[in-house]
């Protein structure tokens, strides 16, 4: 089946360590996004990249990076920058049609030790 | 710069009772909308999108959306509640309209649904 996943589900990060969150996808889409959600925040734009090898910031790029050396492939790494880590974060890719749904994979949870 | 307005951030009814979820848009473009539906602990599902081509959209699980222009509103609605419609629902806009141009969420609205 086509679709996108996301590992671990949970993840725990200790004080001044980096963690890197996985997301692949095999639909086929050209461009992939990472979001973070909070309780009653929505969902707010970390990184999105629309080809192999470029990335652009979102909304709240600070304390993270991304990587994108493979269309299938676009981790996120949360720096110990991140003073906040703990939230839900969701990726996300869609066709390079604008008129065309985001398809998003089930979550990774990360949790301060 | 577009922007997403949900009203209510908890919505209750009864199982069987009309389901109203409000969303206004702010857009300097014609819009591209979406409605989004999430269970706890998992991604989010598409519930319905408006791309211009009908003003009121047709969704899954029964779940309609009318754009209105004038309102500025793409509000989500449903005739009769289940109790498995039970979740978080998010509206959202496109950025742009160029191609690869990430969403603006609404807050979302929590909707319940009693027996």
């Known amino acids: 089946d086509g679709g996108i996943t996301q590992s671990p589900k949970y993840l725990f990060r200790k004080e001044g360590q980096n963690v890197t969150l996985s997301c692949e996808q095999n639909?086929?889409?050209?461009?992939m996004y990472w979001y973070r959600q909070d309780p009653g925040q929505g969902l707010r734009l970390i990184y999105y990249?629309?080809?192999?090898?470029?990335?652009q910031k979102g909304d709240i790029a600070e304390g993270y990076s991304v990587s994108r050396e493979k269309k299938e492939s676009f981790p996120l790494t949360v720096t110990s920058a991140q003073k906040n880590p703990t939230a839900f974060y969701l990726c996300?890719?869609?066709?390079?049609?604008?008129?065309?749904?985001?398809?998003f994979g089930d979550g990774t949870r990360l949790s301060i030790l | 710069a577009q922007s997403v307005t949900q009203l209510g951030s908890h919505v209750s009814v009864s199982e069987g009772a009309l389901v109203l979820l409000r969303c206004n848009y702010s857009?300097?473009?014609?819009?591209?909308l979406f409605w989004y539906v999430q269970y706890p602990n998992q991604g989010l599902q598409l519930l319905l999108k408006?791309?211009?081509?009908?003003?009121l959209v047709k969704g899954i699980n029964g779940f309609e959306a009318e754009f209105k222009k004038s309102e500025t509103s793409f509000h989500l609605t449903k005739p009769s509640a289940h109790m498995s419609d039970a979740a978080e629902y998010f509206c959202?806009?496109?950025?742009?309209?160029?191609?690869?141009?990430?969403?603006?969420f609404g807050k979302g609205t929590t909707l319940s649904v009693s027996s």
């Open positions: 990249s629309q080809i192999v090898n470029d990335f």
């Open positions: 959202a806009v496109r950025r742009g309209n160029q191609a690869g141009t990430a969403l603006i």
């Open positions: 408006y791309t211009s081509a009908a003003t």
């Open positions: 857009s300097s473009v014609p819009p591209y």
């Open positions: 639909l086929n889409h050209d461009a």
């Open positions: 996300a890719t869609d066709r390079d049609y604008s008129n065309q749904p985001q398809h």
